[in-house]
């Protein structure tokens, strides 16, 4: 089994699981096949340290969220504005949208892999 080292403090240590996604996903192939440093070790957040993850994960959802917001809203701006040329204001915006998330990514802070429990006393409705 890999060993498990926390993503805020980098000290080996058990925790909880960060979940994988397309983001740890790519930097993983990067390692592998770019770099050639792969290591594949388990990535968690200790109980020490999940305040501060916690904050993390906030402020990064809530940038990706505003970020992405403002590219929509220069998206439905340069539509208005561009009466005749709307294909390219179109494309434009749609790079500038992907700009901006890729810009929001500077702030990334992965998902946790935790398990929702169902509460026992909830009857199934159907």
């Known amino acids: 089994m890999p060993d498990s080292y926390c993503i ?3 000290k080996k240590k058990d925790g909880i699981e960060v979940a994988d996604d397309n983001v740890l996903a790519t930097l993983r192939w990067i390692k592998t096949n770019v770099t050639k440093n792969a290591r594949n070790n388990r990535l968690v957040v200790c109980k020490a340290c999940y305040p501060e993850y916690s904050k ?14 403002l590219g929509v809203l220069f998206l439905v701006l340069s539509l208005i504005i561009s009466s005749g040329a709307w ?6 915006s749609i790079i ?21 429990e169902v509460p026992k006393n909830k009857k199934n409705k159907a």
């Open 56 to 69: 993390m994960r906030k402020k990064y959802m809530g940038r990706r969220t505003a970020y992405v917001a």
């Open 8 to 10: 805020i403090c980098g």
């Open 96 to 116: 500038i949208i992907a700009l901006l998330y890729l810009l929001s990514l500077i702030n990334y802070m992965p998902g946790l892999r935790i398990k929702k």
């Open 87 to 92: 294909p390219s204001a179109l494309l434009i």
